[in-house]
């Protein structure tokens, strides 16, 4: 399977809309049946819990083309439609280019006007740039079949012709959005008015008087009036709309509030009590005038440290959230090598994939980005300066920031070649694993594969490779119920590095898939990155951890100490 989940719904419209042609999906096709006029079913010749539907028992089914029936298929049946593997790589790649048409469609449909690098940054991530080397992957070898042929290179023209409109939309954002030197002038001097921490308290004080909805996020205001001043100055605007926008941005939540807590109001009053009919009245006056003082001080301060800010000398990623916002200039600068995982972060519904990249950027923007983040450790890593002359960065300099993310690339492996074997640091590793597990149990070999898998999810049981594969451990793992590996976190102990100097690290993820034939693992990095594949040779065990099984509760690695 090229891609895991169930086919995606197709629709004629939108696959003329994107420049494919219909004509060589229309010839796949999926034996279907239904009862009366109700959803089609995948016929079943007995119910089979967890991977089917019961309507579909015994259902006499007849050939249809699945374009035309992709939409009515049963919730319970589309998971385990099936078809031909070049037509499942045909297929995945029409909803590609089908998807980053109607991106892109949306991107030029955008009026004209100035653009942010906070907004560059989010289109950045979804551009068509980053399935391109994938897709191509799966389609060329597939352009010279008899049977899907015709329809994969159509495929890719229409592919190309997508990306080619992505990379235009990406030139006029990037042509519209202000000058990086700009944005980092701002942001140092957004920076250096917090640093006292003067304005983070006084705002503190200001929102104490409110009492906020049970279910409200607490309002930050001075977060309010940074954002808003700097996405007007950083644009080129004047400072008295950045402040105009500062104050509508604080008069949006602060607006007519009323006071909850007057003891918190600071002292002396700035508002006369006099002609107001109830003390709960002037202090909603003396509120709202605190309020407005405090954007007008805020503004004055950051017009005073902006004029202050000289730049130096230039040498000419996903940032997305709302504190990316002053370091998203930098998605303007060129990408080095792949986006590699860097753990999950925390969300009210969940954690969320967090990636790291390697940029090359001007010596300024360096210097800023780090001096930003310089309360955030590790956030950004400076690399060594590009050589006198060079247009490129060494790619070994590149590899090795990459690897301070997450150790293991599939490059790594790439690079040993067709064929490879299990080094000699792997084999040493997995005897002495394989010693360990002899006092907790003498072999797993017969044993029921419920029962291992229970074990080897709570860490009682290490899955070993064989040094020569396919072996009995190979015949082992086909027989346990990989699907269900996915609801589990799991330690993966990885060879990582090129192999005249590699190093072993624990992986913490999910297994999603098992290759019997090649040994590969479908392996989901912690934080609900996409899978890689990691091949045999290079793992040295496969375990559980029993006190550390869910998303959020490990590292995404950490160097193994077996």
């Given at each position: 399977m090229w891609r895991d989940g169930e086919l995606p719904v197709l629709r004629e419209k939108e696959l003329l809309a994107a420049g494919v042609d219909a004509g060589p999906l229309r010839q796949i096709t999926v034996v279907l049946g239904r009862v009366g006029g109700g959803k089609w079913h995948v016929p079943a010749k007995a119910s089979v819990w967890r991977s089917h539907c019961r309507y579909a028992e015994r259902l006499t089914g007849s050939p249809l083309a699945l374009l035309d029936v992709c939409e009515q298929v049963c919730r319970h049946c589309a998971p385990v439609v099936s078809v031909e593997a070049g037509e499942e790589v045909l297929w995945w790649a029409a909803a590609d280019v089908v998807a980053a048409d109607g991106r892109v469609r949306g991107l030029e449909g955008q009026e004209a006007g100035p653009r942010s690098w906070e907004g560059y940054a989010r289109v950045l991530w979804e551009a068509a740039r980053h399935r391109d080397a994938e897709i191509r992957r799966g389609l060329q070898p597939w352009t010279a079949d008899p049977s899907v042929g015709a329809g994969v290179r159509q495929v890719l023209r229409a592919w190309s012709g997508v990306l080619e409109r992505s990379e235009a939309v990406l030139a006029d954002w990037r042509a519209a959005a202000p000058a990086a030197r700009e944005v980092t002038s701002v942001s140092g001097a957004c920076d250096a008015v917090a640093a006292d921490g003067t304005v983070q308290r006084t705002g503190q004080e200001l929102a104490a008087a409110v009492l906020p909805?049970?279910?409200?996020?607490?309002?930050?205001?001075?977060?309010?009036?940074?954002?808003?001043?700097?996405?007007?100055?950083?644009?080129?605007?004047?400072?008295?709309?950045?402040?105009?926008?500062?104050?509508?941005?604080?008069?949006?939540?602060?607006?007519?509030?009323?006071?909850?807590?007057?003891?918190?109001?600071?002292?002396?009053?700035?508002?006369?009590?006099?002609?107001?009919?109830?003390?709960?009245?002037?202090?909603?006056?003396?509120?709202?005038?605190?309020?407005?003082?405090?954007?007008?001080?805020?503004?004055?301060?950051?017009?005073?440290?902006?004029?202050?800010?000289?730049?130096?000398?230039?040498?000419?990623?996903?940032?997305?959230?709302?504190?990316?916002?002053?370091?998203?200039?930098?998605?303007?600068?060129?990408?080095?090598?792949?986006?590699?995982?860097?753990?999950?972060?925390?969300?009210?519904?969940?954690?969320?994939?967090?990636?790291?990249?390697?940029?090359?950027?001007?010596?300024?923007?360096?210097?800023?980005?780090?001096?930003?983040?310089?309360?955030?450790?590790?956030?950004?890593?400076?690399?060594?300066?590009?050589?006198?002359?060079?247009?490129?960065?060494?790619?070994?300099?590149?590899?090795?920031?990459?690897?301070?993310?997450?150790?293991?690339?599939?490059?790594?492996?790439?690079?040993?070649?067709?064929?490879?074997?299990?080094?000699a640091m792997v084999t040493t590793a997995r005897a002495v694993r394989r010693a360990a597990q002899l006092g907790r149990r003498a072999t797993h070999s017969g044993a029921d594969s419920m029962e291992v898998y229970n074990d080897l999810d709570v860490g009682k049981y290490s899955w070993v490779p064989d040094d020569a594969h396919p072996?009995?451990?190979?015949?082992?793992?086909?027989?346990?119920?990989?699907?269900?590996?996915?609801?589990?976190?799991?330690?993966?102990?990885?060879?990582?590095g090129m192999r005249d100097e590699t190093v072993l690290h624990r992986l913490y993820g999910t297994v999603i898939s098992y290759e019997p034939g090649t040994g590969r693992v479908g392996f989901s990095p912690a934080g609900g990155h996409p899978a890689i594949l990691v091949p045999v040779h290079r793992i040295v065990a496969l375990t559980g951890d029993r006190q550390r099984r869910s998303d959020g509760q490990m590292p995404a690695h950490e160097p193994y100490d077996e």
């Open positions: 909805s049970r279910w409200a996020q607490p309002f930050d205001v001075w977060a309010a009036v940074r954002r808003a001043w700097s996405g007007v100055r950083d644009q080129g605007g004047a400072a008295t709309a950045a402040r105009a926008a500062a104050m509508r941005a604080v008069e949006a939540v602060w607006g007519g509030v009323r006071v909850r807590d007057v003891t918190a109001l600071p002292e002396p009053a700035l508002v006369a009590g006099a002609g107001f009919a109830s003390p709960a009245q002037w202090a909603d006056a003396e509120f709202q005038h605190r309020w407005q003082q405090y954007v007008v001080d805020c503004c004055h301060r950051l017009e005073e440290a902006l004029g202050a800010t000289t730049g130096e000398g230039g040498d000419g990623w996903q940032l997305t959230r709302k504190q990316d916002a002053e370091l998203a200039y930098l998605a303007q600068y060129e990408q080095q090598g792949p986006t590699v995982p860097f753990g999950g972060r925390r969300t009210g519904y969940g954690v969320e994939p967090d990636h790291a990249v390697v940029l090359a950027v001007p010596r300024f923007a360096a210097r800023h980005a780090a001096d930003h983040t310089r309360d955030d450790r590790q956030r950004v890593i400076l690399g060594p300066d590009l050589a006198a002359g060079s247009a490129e960065p060494d790619e070994r300099d590149v590899l090795a920031l990459l690897r301070g993310a997450y150790p293991y690339l599939p490059v790594d492996a790439e690079g040993d070649g067709p064929g490879a074997t299990p080094s072996g009995p451990a190979a015949a082992e793992m086909e027989k346990l119920p990989v699907h269900w590996l996915k609801d589990w976190m799991l330690c993966l102990d990885v060879e990582c």
